[in-house]
Nanobody, 123 residues
């Protein structure tokens, strides 16, 4: 079983940038698809981005395409989310997630979750 710990959240002005990290411990990190999701108050959890086992394939929600970049370093057991040109509507708790088999945007398919990190974008 893999354990996930996110970091890097905070308060930033609109137009600014943040980089989130998610450190994994447990069995082989490269065996897992990794995803980032977010949940704003009163809203459902939504998909942000996913990256394949080797990092050769990435997938983004339309709302973040061109602004966010997901990457992974399998040697460091870490997945990243670089967030640029942030908007107030990006404000949410951001979660990383892992799954052995599923590569996609459905949050309920991911088996392992971190505790989340808050991102707040002020206007």
């Amino acid at each position: 079983q893999v354990q996930l710990v996110e970091s890097g959240g905070g308060l930033v002005q609109a137009g600014g940038s943040l980089r989130l990290s998610c450190a994994a411990s447990g069995p082989t990190f490269s065996s897992y698809v990794m995803g980032w999701f977010r949940q704003a108050p009163g809203k459902e959890r939504e998909f942000v981005a996913a990256i394949s086992w080797s990092g050769g394939s990435t997938y983004y929600a339309d709302s973040v395409k061109g602004r966010f970049t997901i990457s992974r370093d399998n040697a460091k057991n870490t997945v990243y989310l670089q967030m640029n040109s942030l908007k107030p509507e990006d404000t949410a708790v951001y979660y990383c997630a892992a799954d052995l088999d599923f590569y996609g945007s459905s949050w309920y398919e991911y088996d392992y979750w971190g505790q989340g990190t808050q991102v707040t974008v002020s206007s």
